[in-house]
């Protein structure tokens, strides 16, 4: 995985911060699921989040729209005393970045303390994002609604007794502390299945919403198959029947996720399942 670090500033408190950016990672046992949901054993699904919380603050933030420099342009002006304009104008504002950047705290978000409380705790920030008007374009929403969708399903996509993904593929926390987790995680089995009966409507909600921007564009493959989906987890089992049905038998495109729908609609069966 090559990582490369950017140094940004928290837009509500200015407080600095390091991300981590993915800039590439190969692929290792990818396990795929019908809400979307990819996991890859050797990839943790927070390293590279759109959006983080300050630890100073507890604002949510996207970094796109944060003032930041990368670790590459900060050497560049360290070495040559060049770099754009907005290079220049964060340096002008955190003159202390030149001298040194182990001070300032690695970007953990979701932080540590929470590794346990997941995804209840994610899901209360990705609510948050929305309610907040952070998703200031339909891409952003798309994209926190979909987080959100995908972690409520979490508390009910592995079998009973099984740890979550995040703490599973974490490797270093699961050779120290593997017998902890399982115990911690078996006791608290009950909490999940509360919590997601508990989020019942936001989980409604949040699918009609889906629902709605997908089918703005229905005709698109990609959407075709999220709003089969959606409808399946809603039990709207003959809208997703009908958009099933409307797909060119010639197509090749999630051949293994439409067979298998086939059957869990059967079944009349709205539980996610993996592909
Ligand atoms: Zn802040």
Not at 152 to 158: A, E, K, P, S
Not at 179 to 194: N, Y
Not at 200 to 214: A, H, P, V, Y
Request: proline letters at 3%; aromatic letters at 12%; hydrophobic letters at 35%.
């Amino acid at each position: 995985m090559t990582l490369n670090p950017e140094y940004c500033e928290c837009p509500f408190c200015n407080t600095l911060t390091t991300h981590l950016n993915v800039m590439s990672y190969s692929l290792h046992n990818v396990e795929s699921w019908s809400d979307g949901k990819v996991m890859d054993s050797n990839f943790n699904e927070y390293s590279n989040l759109l959006f983080t919380k300050c630890r100073n603050c507890n604002e949510l933030f996207w970094y796109s729209e944060t003032k930041k420099i990368s670790d590459i342009e900060l050497t560049r002006f360290r070495t040559t005393a060049e770099g754009n304009n907005a290079a220049q104008s964060f340096l002008a504002k955190h003159p202390d970045l030149l001298n040194a950047t182990e001070n300032i705290p690695v970007n953990s978000y979701p932080f540590d303390e929470h590794w346990f409380t997941m995804p209840d705790y994610f899901i209360r920030d990705l609510q948050k994002m929305l309610d907040n008007n952070s998703c200031n374009t339909l891409e952003k929403e798309t994209y926190i609604r979909i987080k959100l969708w995908q972690h409520i399903n979490d508390l009910v996509r592995f079998r009973k007794n099984t740890i979550f993904q995040h703490i599973k593929h974490s490797d270093g926390i699961k050779s120290l502390f593997n017998f902890s987790i399982l115990k911690k995680e078996r006791a608290t089995q009950k909490h999940k299945k509360a919590l997601y009966l508990s989020l019942s409507e936001m989980r409604i909600n949040n699918l009609t919403r889906l629902c709605q921007i997908f089918e703005q564009n229905s005709s698109d493959i990609d959407n075709k198959r999220m709003l089969i989906e959606l409808y399946r987890e809603l039990k709207q089992f003959d809208k997703a029947q009908n958009c099933l049905k409307s797909i060119p038998s010639d197509n090749t495109f999630y051949l293994l996720f439409f067979s298998k729908t086939k059957l869990y609609l059967m079944q009349k069966s709205a539980r996610v399942f993996k592909v």
